[in-house]
């Protein structure tokens, strides 16, 4: 639509008109102040310029006055709607806060009254690409490179925008044209090969092989492409996919400049008719010969010997496995166990593993009291024991583990691992806060390792020592920031945010967890956002290769396990506030700070305070430039609680569950969570669909069948159905998952008798007893059979049960605890609550020898 | 274990690796700034998927009159549990390589903590780094800093 003549009010008389411009360049510039002063001239004797407006706007929003600027921007929209200066600036207000939506439709309305605006035409663009309008991208890079065609930048820009519409011919056609006519490369262009190796590429996408190779090796041979290793990546690749006979020799010369990379020699075997996921009694052979070479070529690569562990059988594998693990103990490889843990899926492999091992050590053995014989090297020995009690206790044999441990302990008390390890072995049988004080030595001895630190946080997080944990985190973060958690999130940490969420949830304060889950969600919120300054950057560098990839991955992003993991927890505490409302307000009365919080809190204010008087001080006089982002927002919520009161629970957990769906498609604990959400909402026909989908998944799930009946008893008790088409639609789905005919409490003691040997599962189903009414007698003797030595149990599920009997008043709690002590000897999950607090206690204390006597009195 | 370039995919990995050993640490942006403006130049070791060494190199933007250009080693290193591997040796010479390749970087520099002796061993005694200079309260700590140096010219091709 042609643009409307020049509304009357945005005509100047030249003296403003000259004023204006100037308030252009100031704004270019940056010299905010004289903008401002200019701006306000025009405005004393126009005061409805919407021009004008808009400028001031946009400076004062650059000088931090940003709720104002907006204002005026919006006005100064209202005032000239088809001015294309107005709608740029809104767009770039828009932009500046992340609203990519609303910018864009601004950036097209300003379009509409200046169609060839370079500035207006790139910022499109870039939005466009963002919010993965590839099609209008497409349009919006020929406009740019019909005006400029002799910028560079502008082709390749078009050539990525067909790509990412899925046009890889135009794609392919616009970067041969650009090469014809490009000219002025300088030898050894970086830029120049980056493009060269995007247009390989393009090819090899479309399957023109010949042709990508002709390009790359003409490119190769003239050095225009200059990357070494791209080149003779693409090459064997390339070359295996046409079968020619050059392929070996490309990816012999890969190996030869990384003899580290495994899937060189994934590709190399590939090339030779070896799979090496499918291994053949007739491909072993030649596959192990090969790898034999290659292991003697370079003696020093652990890659190729490793390998041939994966591949070799039978005596050939105990031939390859004991000099690997020889030279290893002897050098004392920490990560020994993690390397050969893979194998393990073999169990002829693991128990020859065993007994490799366990020779070795008996050849190493040595009385206890007296000094190591000179013919056996104290390295290996400890090596070696640490070595079989991560073997025995991966096998879940715990208190053999911790056995050898000690062993090694006594013989080399000063190295850190062996802690560490006895630690982790704790955790495994279920005793926290032994785990958080073993691992809390090895970080004693060495005060300047994170990693440690790091383990140690982590493992008081876990017993729930939160503020104990942050002050040991709080060791190595940054002095200036207001706490050591909020650095932590500050600089992104995943793993922090979700230990130190689980950890609150554990404790129950639900406001303190929720708010951590929702940290997680900001923070990947913040990565979705990190893409969008390099849809330009990249382009003017012509990095287009990882650009795309970076596309690429940012579509799939919240598949990363922190986010899902933090969604589903998160859903689960909204659907909690759903149910029990009074949860929120319970909370906030509970809702204490620890004194390390208010420390930080007290600290943060001041801080605020005194970057408030600076502000004030310097505001009004100064030409900072604060830029059009968003300023970061200040913790108004510090424990949670009003983030745990916002209204509507059950409309943010769908939210955060909504990617999942495709994301996490093969994640049963999310379809399991979507139902909970959904079924609440009474958006039957997909609750029904997620559960379709869990089933699908694992028929067996306890949670499902939880669920399953869950959905039959709300159904059949909704008075009125909704729609026709919705009633048979769920009739016929439900019948899938529970035969109609049959009563509630028959299909609970039938999947009871099914699965009474999964612990989890007798869970459930005593759960779904209880909720149709079964007196407690009935449930109680349900769960008590988990006790039995064929039902199989963790200390986790048997911690839930326990949990469960709490919850329903049995009488018979303290009854199933102390046998739960009795099955799980080293777990202290099941001491009596009154020993809490010494637990808690002992995991921090210092010394080892002060927990083993405190131990010593809980037990008699 | 595998070693090989970076990719996008790998770059949360390493900043976890990152935060888990060292104190100076960065956000997201600035690891998909090194990917994205100096591709080749990144490493990582990966085992089982998850990345427990790293190195995020880039080529020096401000490069002084009559100075040519060099690489720089923002920051490298290896889990705790991964060491003894020489790990973080391969992971150097692979991105020193692509520096001369590819951006035909004379030599490349580093810092490293003047207390760190096991960095100083790997950088000067395995690698042969040499001191240039000592920056004093490099790091946010307060901590001095030795800036050390080798040169790349043995690459040049």
Request: proline residues 4%; contains cysteine.
């Given at each position: 639509?042609p643009?409307?003549?020049?509304?009357?009010?945005r005509?100047?008389p030249?003296?403003?008109s000259?004023?204006?411009?100037e308030?252009?360049?100031?704004y270019?510039?940056?010299?905010?102040?004289?903008?401002?002063k200019?701006?306000?001239?025009?405005?004393?004797?126009?005061?409805?310029?919407?021009?004008?407006?808009?400028?001031?706007?946009?400076?004062?929003?650059?000088?931090g006055?940003?709720?104002?600027?907006?204002?005026?921007?919006?006005?100064?929209?209202?005032?000239?709607?088809?001015?294309?200066?107005?709608?740029?600036v809104?767009?770039?207000?828009?932009?500046?806060?992340?609203?990519?939506?609303?910018?864009?439709?601004?950036?097209?309305?300003?379009l509409?009254f200046?169609?060839?605006n370079?500035?207006?035409?790139?910022?499109?663009?870039?939005?466009?690409?963002?919010l993965?309008?590839?099609?209008?991208?497409?349009?919006?890079?020929h406009?740019?490179?019909?005006?400029r065609?002799?910028?560079?930048?502008?082709?390749i820009?078009?050539?990525?925008?067909?790509?990412?519409?899925?046009n890889?011919?135009?794609?392919?056609?616009?970067?041969?044209q650009?090469?014809?006519?490009?000219?002025?490369?300088?030898?050894?262009?970086?830029?120049?090969?980056?493009?060269?190796?995007?247009?390989v590429?393009?090819l090899e996408?479309?399957?023109?092989?010949?042709?990508?190779?002709?390009?790359?090796?003409?490119?190769?041979?003239?050095?225009a492409?200059?990357d070494?290793?791209a080149?003779m990546?693409?090459?064997?690749?390339?070359?295996?996919?046409?079968?020619?006979?050059?392929?070996?020799q490309?990816?012999?010369?890969?190996?030869?400049?990384n003899?580290g990379?495994?899937?060189?020699?994934?590709?190399?075997?590939?090339?030779?008719?070896?799979?090496?996921?499918?291994?053949?009694?007739?491909t072993?052979?030649?596959?192990?010969?090969?790898?034999?070479?290659?292991?003697?070529?370079?003696?020093?690569?652990?890659t190729?010997?490793?390998?041939?562990?994966?591949?070799?059988?039978?005596?050939?594998?105990?031939?390859?496995?004991e000099?690997?693990?020889r030279?290893?103990?002897e050098?004392g490889?920490?990560?020994?166990?993690?390397?050969?843990?893979?194998?393990?899926?073999?169990?002829?492999k693991?128990?020859?593993?065993e007994?490799?091992?366990?020779?070795?050590?008996?050849?190493?053995?040595?009385?206890p009291?007296?000094?190591?014989?000179?013919s056996?090297d104290?390295?290996?020995?400890v090596?070696t024991?640490y070595f079989l009690?991560?073997?025995?206790?991966?096998?879940?044999?715990?208190?053999?583990?911790?056995?050898?441990?000690?062993?090694?302990?006594?013989?080399?008390?000063?190295?850190?691992e062996?802690?560490?390890?006895?630690?982790?072995?704790?955790?495994r049988?279920?005793?926290?806060?032994?785990?958080?004080?073993?691992?809390?030595?090895?970080?004693l001895?060495d005060?300047?390792?994170?990693?440690?630190?790091?383990?140690?946080?982590?493992?008081?997080?876990?017993?729930?020592?939160?503020?104990?944990a942050?002050?040991?985190?709080?060791?190595?973060?940054k002095?200036?920031?207001?706490?050591?958690?909020?650095?932590?999130?500050?600089?992104?940490?995943?793993?922090?945010?979700?230990?130190?969420?689980?950890?609150?949830?554990?404790?129950?304060?639900?406001?303190m967890?929720?708010?951590?889950y929702?940290?997680?969600?900001k923070?990947?919120?913040?990565?979705?956002?990190?893409?969008?300054?390099?849809?330009?950057?990249?382009?003017?560098?012509?990095?287009?290769?990882?650009?795309?990839?970076l596309?690429?991955?940012?579509?799939t992003?919240?598949?990363?396990?922190?986010?899902?993991?933090?969604?589903?927890e998160?859903?689960?505490?909204?659907?909690?506030?759903?149910?029990?409302p009074?949860?929120?307000?319970?909370?906030?009365?509970?809702?204490?700070?620890s004194?390390a919080?208010?420390?930080?809190k007290?600290?943060?204010?001041?801080?605020?305070?005194?970057?408030?008087?600076?502000a004030?001080?310097?505001g009004n006089?100064?030409?900072?430039?604060?830029?059009?982002?968003?300023?970061p927002?200040?913790?108004?919520?510090?424990?949670?609680?009003?983030?745990?009161?916002?209204?509507?629970?059950?409309?943010?957990?769908?939210?955060?569950?909504?990617?999942?769906?495709t994301?996490?498609?093969?994640?049963?604990?999310?379809w399991?969570?979507?139902?909970d959400?959904?079924?609440?909402?009474?958006?039957?026909?997909?609750a029904?669909?997620?559960?379709?989908?869990?089933h699908?998944l694992?028929?067996?799930?306890?949670?499902?069948?939880?669920?399953?009946?869950d959905?039959?008893?709300?159904?059949?008790?909704l008075?009125?159905?909704?729609?026709?088409?919705?009633?048979?639609?769920?009739?016929?789905?439900l019948?899938?998952?529970?035969?109609?005919?049959?009563?509630?409490?028959l299909?609970n003691?039938?999947y009871?008798?099914?699965?009474s040997?999964?612990?989890?599962?007798?869970?459930?189903?005593a759960?779904v007893?209880r909720?149709l009414?079964?007196p407690?007698?009935?449930?109680?003797?349900?769960?008590?059979?988990?006790?039995?030595?064929?039902?199989?149990?963790?200390f986790?599920?048997?911690a839930?049960?326990?949990?469960?009997?709490?919850?329903?008043?049995?009488?018979?709690?303290?009854?199933?605890r102390?046998?739960?002590?009795?099955?799980?000897?080293?777990?202290?999950?099941?001491a009596?609550?009154?020993e809490?607090?010494?637990?808690?206690?002992?995991?921090?204390?210092?010394?080892?020898?002060e927990?083993?006597?405190?131990?010593?009195?809980?037990?008699? | 274990m595998?070693?090989?370039?970076a990719?996008?995919?790998?770059l949360l990995?390493?900043q976890?690796?990152?935060?888990?050993?060292?104190?100076?640490?960065?956000?997201?942006?600035?690891?998909?700034?090194?990917?994205?403006?100096?591709?080749?130049?990144s490493?990582?070791?990966e085992e089982?998927?998850?990345?427990v060494?790293?190195i995020?190199?880039?080529m020096?933007?401000?490069?002084?009159?009559?100075?040519?250009?060099?690489?720089?080693?923002?920051?490298?290193?290896?889990?705790?549990?991964?060491?003894?591997?020489?790990?973080?040796?391969?992971?150097?010479?692979?991105?020193?390589?692509a520096?001369?390749?590819?951006?035909?970087?004379?030599?490349?520099?580093?810092?490293?903590?003047?207390?760190?002796?096991?960095?100083?061993g790997?950088?000067?005694?395995?690698?042969?780094?040499?001191?240039?200079?000592?920056e004093k309260?490099?790091?946010?700590?307060?901590?001095?800093?030795?800036?050390m140096?080798l040169?790349?010219?043995?690459?040049?091709?």
């Open positions: 639509m643009p409307a003549g020049i509304p009357p009010s005509a100047l030249s003296k403003e000259g004023l204006f411009k308030v252009l360049h100031y270019e510039d940056r010299q905010l102040k004289k903008g401002l200019t701006a306000d001239a025009i405005l004393k004797k126009f005061p409805n310029h919407g021009e004008t407006m808009c400028m001031k706007g946009l400076i004062l929003t650059h000088m006055r940003r709720d104002e600027g907006l204002e005026l921007v919006k006005q100064g929209v209202r005032l000239d709607l088809t001015s294309h200066i107005c709608w740029h809104f767009g770039l207000i828009q932009k500046g806060q992340k609203n990519y939506e609303e910018a864009l439709k601004s950036y097209t309305q300003a509409r200046d169609k060839d370079m500035n207006i035409l790139r910022d499109a663009a870039h939005l466009q690409t963002q993965r309008h590839y099609d209008a991208l497409v349009e919006t890079r406009t740019l490179l019909r005006l065609p002799q910028l560079r930048q502008n082709w820009a078009l050539a990525v925008a067909y790509h990412l519409n899925g890889l011919t135009e794609t392919k056609n616009v970067l041969e650009f090469e014809r006519i490009v000219k002025n490369v300088p030898d050894y262009d970086v830029e120049m090969s980056e493009i060269l190796l995007y247009h590429r393009v996408e479309l399957g023109a092989y010949t042709e990508a190779l002709v390009l790359l090796d003409t490119s190769a041979k003239s050095r492409i200059i070494r290793v080149i990546e693409f090459r064997a690749r390339m070359l295996s996919k046409v079968g020619s006979e050059d392929a070996q490309a990816w012999q010369g890969l190996i030869e400049q003899p990379c495994y899937d060189y020699y994934k590709g190399f075997l590939a090339n030779r008719g070896v799979d090496l996921d499918a291994i053949t009694d007739e072993r052979a030649p596959a192990l010969q090969a790898l034999r070479d290659f292991s003697q070529q370079f003696p020093r690569a652990a190729p010997q490793r390998i041939a562990l994966a591949i070799a059988a039978g005596d050939e594998f105990q031939e390859l496995l000099p690997y693990l030279t290893r103990l050098k490889v920490p990560s020994l166990f993690t390397d050969l843990k893979a194998l393990y899926r073999t169990p002829q693991r128990d020859t593993i007994s490799v091992a366990q020779g070795l050590l008996d050849a190493l053995a040595h009385p009291d007296a000094p190591c014989p000179p056996i104290p390295t290996t020995y090596w024991l009690a991560q073997h025995y206790s991966h096998l879940g044999q715990h208190a053999r583990a911790l056995a050898l441990l000690d062993t090694a302990l006594a013989h080399t008390p000063t190295l850190p062996l802690y560490l390890f006895r630690g982790r072995v704790l955790k049988a279920g005793d926290p806060y032994g785990a958080a004080r073993w691992v809390d030595q090895a970080r001895l005060l300047q390792d994170r990693f440690l630190n790091a383990r140690c946080g982590k493992y008081r997080l876990r017993a729930g020592l939160i503020e104990e942050v002050e040991v985190f709080g060791l190595f973060t002095k200036d920031a207001p706490s050591p958690s909020q650095d932590l999130e500050d600089m992104q940490s995943l793993l922090y945010l979700t230990e130190e969420a689980d950890a609150q949830l554990r404790n129950g304060n639900y406001a967890a929720l708010k951590k929702i940290a997680i969600q923070v990947f919120d913040d990565f979705e956002d990190d893409q969008f300054d390099f849809h330009g950057y990249s382009v003017r560098k012509f990095t287009v290769n990882i650009y795309l990839n596309l690429k991955w940012e579509d992003l919240r598949s990363h396990p922190a986010y899902v993991h933090a969604a589903i998160a859903s689960r505490i909204l659907v909690r506030l759903h149910d029990e009074s949860l929120a307000s319970k909370s906030a009365s509970q809702s204490h700070l004194d919080e208010k420390k930080a007290k600290k943060a204010k001041k801080a605020e305070k005194k970057v408030q008087e600076e004030k001080k310097a006089s100064t030409n900072e430039d604060k830029g059009l982002d968003a300023s927002v200040k913790d108004e919520d510090p424990d949670g609680t009003k983030l745990l009161q916002a209204p509507e629970p059950l409309e943010r957990a769908a939210k955060l569950l909504k990617p999942l769906a994301l996490a498609e093969n994640n049963i604990e999310a399991v969570a979507t139902y959400v959904s079924v609440r909402r009474k958006k039957y026909l997909r029904l669909q997620a559960l379709s989908r869990a699908a694992d028929a067996d799930s306890p949670e499902l069948h939880i669920r399953v009946v959905f039959k008893r709300r159904w059949s008790s008075s009125e159905k909704p729609s026709e088409t919705v009633a048979s639609a769920v009739t016929s789905a019948s899938k998952l529970l035969p109609d005919e049959i009563s509630l409490e299909f003691s039938q009871l008798q099914q699965h040997s999964r612990g989890a599962a007798v869970l459930a189903a759960k007893s909720s009414g079964a407690r007698e009935e449930v109680e003797s349900i769960l008590f059979n988990v006790l039995n030595a064929d039902v199989e149990l963790d986790e599920t048997a839930a049960i326990n949990a469960f009997l709490l919850e329903i008043q049995s009488p018979r709690e303290d009854e199933f102390t046998a739960s002590q009795q099955k799980f000897a080293l777990s202290t999950l099941f009596p609550r009154a809490l607090p010494q637990l808690r206690k002992s995991a921090v204390q210092k010394e080892i020898t927990g083993e006597e405190v131990k010593e009195e809980i037990i008699s | 595998n070693i090989r370039l990719r996008v995919d790998d990995g390493m976890a690796c990152n935060l888990q050993n060292l104190p100076e640490n960065y956000t997201l942006k600035y690891y998909l700034y090194h990917a994205l403006t100096w591709p080749q130049l490493y990582v070791a089982d998927g998850k990345i060494g790293y995020l190199a880039k020096e933007e401000d490069v002084q009159e009559g100075d040519e250009p060099h690489g720089h080693v923002t920051s490298i290193s290896v889990l705790r549990s991964y060491r003894r591997l020489g790990l973080a040796k391969r992971l150097m010479i692979q991105s020193q390589e520096m001369a390749t590819v951006y035909k970087a004379a030599y490349v520099s580093l810092h490293v903590r003047k207390s760190n002796r096991a960095a100083l790997l950088y000067r005694d395995t690698l042969g780094f040499t001191v240039k200079d000592i309260s490099y790091y946010a700590d307060g901590e001095d800093a030795y800036a140096r040169s790349l010219k043995h690459l040049a091709r």
